[in-house]
């Protein structure tokens, strides 16, 4: 039974189901299921162990969904994004994602060359998408695909892309490769590398990398 405090307690957040297991299993009776209320006044306010998400210029867009409010974890955030990666390749897959007929997912990269079948259940794929992942996916804030190169931007759907185009840490090939430079760098990598490229030859390059959608600040 709920006492007249818990009763009156404003419910501006979630609430949380509470097991009684005072009463022994073995008398055949189902345990006590108690509502408790939990007010929600400091959600904007992270916990010691949350860390806040954050764009590669340092810009703030939300707190890290892998912390925790009064010690109850949010979201396992790196098995969420396991949910996201294809089997072949590894990369995070973003929509439209195509699915199997068991529901398996690869990304649009990997997809023509599976030549219809699934690498997991060797079923064929369907004729649609997953749509409730590509929902799900919209509002997930992923980490820059070039991560492993040492990027550590974290964009939502909609800014992934075009970041990742204009990413300093995505691999190039050199601008001389026309002349016979083999070398891929990453980007960030590419002025030093120019200036002293045996291929150099005469004449200059020069490099950008600036984003035209990029909101000045």
């Known amino acids: 039974?709920?006492?007249?405090?818990?009763?009156?307690?404003?419910?501006?957040?979630?609430s949380m189901l509470h097991v009684d297991d005072d009463h022994?299993?073995?008398?055949?009776?189902?345990?006590?299921?108690?509502?408790?209320?939990?007010?929600?006044?400091?959600?904007?306010?992270p916990e010691?162990?949350?860390?806040?998400?954050?764009?590669?210029?340092?810009?703030?867009?939300?707190?890290?969904?892998?912390?925790a409010f009064r010690g109850i974890p949010l979201v396992k955030y790196d098995q969420l994004l396991a949910v996201f990666e294809c089997p072949v390749c590894k990369n995070l897959v973003s929509p439209p994602i195509p699915q199997c007929r068991k529901g398996h997912i690869v990304c649009n990269g990997c997809l023509p060359k599976l030549r219809d079948i699934c690498p997991i259940c060797k079923q064929r794929f369907a004729n649609t998408n997953n749509t409730k992942l590509e929902d799900v996916a919209k509002a997930i804030a992923f980490p820059c695909r070039y991560r492993l190169h040492g990027c550590q931007d974290v964009s939502f759907l909609h800014d992934r892309r075009l970041h990742e185009d204009y990413c300093r840490y995505r691999p190039t090939p050199c601008v001389y490769a026309s002349r016979g430079c083999n070398q891929v760098l990453l980007f960030k990598e590419m002025d030093e590398h120019?200036?002293?490229?045996?291929?150099?030859?005469?004449?200059?390059?020069?490099?950008?990398?600036?984003?035209?959608?990029?909101?000045?600040?």
């Open 1 to 14: 039974k709920m006492t007249d405090k818990e009763a009156n307690c404003t419910i501006t957040g979630m």
């Open 24 to 45: 022994p299993r073995s008398s055949g009776r189902a345990p006590l299921v108690e509502m408790r209320t939990m007010t929600v006044d400091s959600m904007s306010t």
């Open 48 to 67: 010691p162990n949350e860390r806040p998400l954050s764009r590669e210029n340092g810009e703030i867009i939300g707190t890290s969904v892998s912390g």
């Open 194 to 217: 120019v200036r002293n490229c045996s291929h150099h030859g005469s004449g200059s390059v020069k490099l950008t990398n600036t984003n035209p959608k990029k909101k000045k600040s």
